[in-house]
């Protein structure tokens, strides 16, 4: 299946770059959607199977399929309404589609790719097809944001392959001849830790990138401020996951080997720099696109810490990353209406959102309460879970820290959201403001409702499976 | 004899530190690549001789030849100046190079791995951490690049210390350097080239909070 994916994938993006035909790219996008919900379905069936010597679904990677699934289909309806309200020509228009076609396939690949070189070649894809979307709009800024993303993620890539040298340095002691995950996971006692802490260290560097933690956090900020907030919902939502796939992974190979809490700490460091840097950042940002972005910062910064900490810790990071993973994209399409109305991304020229639209402006109002974390948002029981395993591990210091950290980050988040939603704008000529149909904003409800879903009455299936992705792990 | 070459390797980037004019790095590339294709030769003995001979194409058409003209004719074409334009004195970035190359020796030293060159560890650490200095002591983009192309040299040195037992490595490493060269070089500096007429770093400094 990952073979006729994979195929069909390459067809469908050759067919939309060259043809020009409307008609022609709205069908074939369609069929492709068809192809990812079957590729999602068939993964979930055969789970744990040996796919083309590369690829082995296991549970984690199911779990994130899905979430990419249910993700996705609105990020491409979302995408076809940008197109039609900003005309876009047929060859921009095709590009686009194929740059996201071919990023959603990569990432899937990368999830479920139970090889660390394999995994790799499909990260460098993920980095040529989110450039494409940054640059859409081929002014300047645009390339700012594209050249540093590029030139970043170059460096970051060659940091992963540096680890995954080391790593090989390592299984050359322990007599391991292949890369794959199962192997260097069963053989992980054998491994030379001089150098596995090596490798550790570069490809947890090079991820970070991906998953938008310090120190290469920097290049997805302004990716997601430029590229359109569609593919900006993909790239804050499902590549972020592929980093987090790439740092569980190996982190599962350390927690069977003596330097564990090492990598714990480095995580627990990282993390916390994280949030610290998104507080820093969220308490006196004015551009809404970028707050969003530095949100999930944030989130990753929490799912990062709860995974180094341990315990009910694992679970809760990985139930918090899927529900991350609904709630931001729902702020990114809606994203697309606020500057609809307003025609800027600056927070000082927008305002009483509420008279102009309604539904959207619950939406933000919800999506604020989501992704602050705050009851009933789904957010609320991973990051509690996550605070119950920092206080089971008598990390009190910390606890409190991030605490504190977070309520700075809730009162810089929602003193500009409200600001949008209540109080009046500065100059606006009312005549100008579009009707936006609450239709559009409909998915976003789905998604919110979604996350809450999923946290308060989990289905059996889902928690069976996160209980078997969390056993990767010691 | 290879641990010769990668002495010199590591003695060109002090000279890459202090050098002024963009034509010496690119000339200090072109060198690199040269060395590349003889530690090459001399190093990967073990494997099978179609995989040898594409890996030493790469080295010599690839780093010695494709990328450094190419970077001259976008320097020539748009009309770059000749200048490195540092933000740090020479002096000071040949102290910190130098620095870079003791602290990854006393680094080296702690490996007590048999199987392990222990010159190409210090060599190609080095040369990431020279290609890193390189990138953030520099104004121009250009100057970027080339670091990043430091950077994938050093990379290539440490790949072929596994070479031997697994090509394949190699072969992945070859394949950062094709996609980094065709996204950085190929796509964007056109692009770049055709938005600004002087790239620097400073007209790409407008995203920030």
């Known amino acids: 299946m990952t073979g006729i994916f994979l195929i069909g994938t390459i067809l469908i993006g050759v067919l939309l770059y060259l043809n020009k035909n409307t008609i022609v790219h709205y069908s074939v996008v369609g069929v492709y959607v068809l192809l990812l919900v079957v590729f999602g379905g068939y993964e979930y069936l055969h789970i744990n199977e040996t796919e083309n010597l590369f690829f082995k679904p296991d549970a984690l990677s199911v779990l994130l399929l899905f979430a990419l699934c249910v993700v996705s289909l609105p990020a491409i309806y979302h995408t076809y309404k940008y197109m039609v309200i900003h005309n876009e020509t047929p060859r921009p228009r095709g590009l686009f589609f194929a740059a996201m076609i071919f990023l959603i396939s990569a990432i899937c690949m990368a999830y479920v790719a139970n090889n660390i070189a394999v995994m790799w070649i499909f990260v460098e894809i993920t980095t040529l097809s989110a450039s494409v979307l940054i640059y859409h709009h081929r002014n300047i800024r645009a390339l700012e944001g594209v050249w540093k993303y590029v030139f970043i993620c170059a460096i970051s890539i060659t940091f992963i392959y540096i680890g995954i040298l080391f790593l090989s340095l390592a299984m050359k002691e322990a007599g391991i001849e292949t890369f794959s995950f199962d192997a260097l996971m069963a053989h992980a006692a054998q491994l030379d830790p001089f150098w596995l802490k090596l490798a550790f260290l570069f490809i947890f560097t090079g991820f970070t990138a991906k998953i938008g933690l310090v120190p290469m956090y920097t290049a997805g900020i302004d990716a997601k401020d430029k590229a359109p907030a569609p593919a900006g919902a993909l790239l804050s939502s499902i590549l972020m996951n592929m980093g987090f796939v790439g740092i569980y992974r190996v982190y599962a190979i350390i927690s069977k080997t003596e330097i564990q809490s090492w990598a714990a700490t480095v995580m627990i460091v990282s993390a916390i720099l994280s949030i610290f840097v998104a507080t820093v950042y969220m308490i006196n940002i004015k551009n809404i696109k970028r707050m969003f972005a530095y949100s999930s910062i944030e989130h990753m910064g929490i799912v990062v810490l709860g995974l180094a900490v341990g315990g009910i810790g694992t679970y809760a990071a990985i139930l918090h990353i899927i529900l991350h993973t609904f709630v931001k994209p729902a702020l990114f399409f809606q994203f697309n209406q606020v500057y609809r109305v307003y025609q800027s991304k600056n927070i000082y020229d927008t305002g009483h959102y509420f008279k102009y639209n309604k539904a959207g402006a619950l939406v933000l109002l919800l999506g604020f309460f989501s992704a602050t974390a705050m009851p009933p948002s789904g957010l609320f029981i991973s990051e509690f879970l996550i605070f119950q395993s920092l206080f089971e591990a008598r990390m009190f210091i910390l606890l409190v820290v991030v605490l504190l950290l977070l309520t700075m980050i809730i009162w810089g988040f929602g003193s500009n959201i409200f600001k949008l939603l209540f109080t009046p704008p500065a100059a606006i000529n009312e005549k100008q403001i579009p009707r936006i149909s609450p239709w559009d904003s409909v998915t976003q409800y789905a998604l919110l409702a979604l996350a809450v879903f999923f946290a308060y009455h989990p289905p059996a299936t889902f928690v069976q499976l996160i209980h078997e992705a969390v056993k990767l792990i010691h | ?209």
């Open chain 2, 1 to 209: 004899m290879s641990d010769i070459l990668l002495i010199i390797f590591a003695i060109t980037l002090l000279f890459m530190s202090i050098s002024n004019r963009i034509f010496t790095y690119l000339n200090i590339l072109i060198f690199q690549g040269l060395i590349l294709f003889g530690v090459t030769l001399l190093t990967l003995s073990e494997i099978n001789i179609i995989n040898l001979v594409l890996i030493l194409l790469e080295t010599i058409v690839f780093k010695a030849i494709a990328v450094p003209y190419f970077l001259k004719t976008i320097i020539k074409r748009n009309k770059i100046t000749r200048e490195a334009e540092p933000y740090v004195p020479n002096f000071v970035s040949l102290i910190i190079v130098t620095l870079i190359i003791v602290i990854t020796i006393i680094l080296s030293s702690q490996i007590k791995d048999p199987n392990l060159d222990k010159t190409i560890f210090v060599v190609s650490l080095s040369n990431l951490f020279t290609g890193l200095y390189l990138i953030v002591s520099r104004k121009k983009i250009i100057t970027h690049v080339i670091a990043y192309l430091v950077i994938e040299n050093g990379v290539f040195i440490l790949s072929l210390a596994v070479g031997n037992e697994m090509p394949m490595l190699v072969n992945l490493g070859i394949m950062l350097d094709i996609f980094a060269s065709v996204l950085i070089l190929g796509i964007f500096f056109n692009k770049i080239g055709d938005v600004l007429n002087d790239p620097k770093v400073s007209q790409l400094q407008n995203l920030k909070d």
